[in-house]
T-cell receptor, first 117, second 111 residues
Framework: GAGVSQTPSNKVTEKGKYVELRCDPI?????LYWYRQSLGQGPEFLIY????????DSGLPNDRFFAVRPEGSVSTLKIQRTERGDSAVYLC???????????????FGQGTRLTVV | GDSVTQMEGPVTLSEEAFLTINCTYT??????LFWYVQYPGEGLQLLLK?????DKGSNKGFEATYRKETTSFHLEKGSVQVSDSAVYFC??????????FGAGTRLFVKA
């Protein structure tokens, strides 16, 4: 596609439910990143994929959060037993090559706004 | 840990005014530094970057100079336009690939 696509754009879920957020990166981009942005804050790093593998998942806040990228393109961020504190905008970015998000420009999607009620 | 601190907004300016948004970073290593912009209804975009001390990044009339001695990377523009209204994020590279963002500064430009 022309850019990074994230679906859904908005998701409202009840506390305790399971959600999946999808990211479709730019074709050919090997590096993929997930960030979380709370209201009034900058994006916070969650996880980085190089190809199919998670090269760094140190930003995932706890074991309720998990992400996969089984074929090295589309990625899914999964959140179990959602809590109200998980409400945020979840951003996905991709870049042509990995390792240095800044030295190889990263392109961001418009994000998924998750609201846990 | 690594962090970035930028001036709080919102910043409200009249068209053609001079803009400065201050940004400082923690001085661990010599990280690449960035400014990202988020226009209303759009995704984050890289505005400019600098990869070493004294480098000046520039784009669309915006500039920022990597100052190692003051650990700063202030964003400037000589004459803002209404279309510059957006949220601006200062950021630094950490650990070789993670980008650490500041909290963002919202800019409103009045006609």
């Amino acid at each position: 596609g022309a850019g990074v696509s994230q679906t859904p754009s908005n998701k409202v879920t009840e506390k305790g439910k399971y959600v999946e957020l999808r990211c479709d990166p730019i074709s050919g981009h090997t590096a993929l990143y997930w960030y979380r942005q709370s209201l009034g804050q900058g994006p916070e790093f969650l996880i980085y994929f190089q190809g199919t593998g998670a090269a760094d998942d140190s930003g995932l806040p706890n074991d309720r959060f998990f992400a996969v990228r089984p074929e090295g393109s589309v990625s899914t961020l999964k959140i179990q037993r959602t809590e109200r504190g998980d409400s945020a905008v979840y951003l996905c970015a991709s870049s042509l090559s990995g390792g240095t998000i800044g030295n190889t420009e990263a392109f961001f999607g418009q994000g998924t706004r998750l609201t846990v009620v | 840990g690594d962090s970035v601190t930028q001036m709080e907004g919102p910043v409200t300016l009249s068209e053609e005014a001079f803009l400065t948004i201050n940004c400082t970073y923690t001085a661990t290593g010599y990280p690449s530094l960035f400014w990202y912009v988020q226009y209303p209804g759009e995704g984050l975009q890289l505005l400019l970057k600098a990869t070493k001390a004294d480098d000046k990044g520039s784009n669309k009339g915006f500039e920022a100079t990597y100052r190692k001695e003051t650990t700063s990377f202030h964003l400037e523009k000589g004459s803002v336009q209404v279309s510059d209204s957006a949220v601006y994020f200062c950021a630094r590279l950490s650990g070789g690939f993670k980008t650490i963002f500041g909290a963002g500064t919202r800019l409103f430009v009045k006609a």
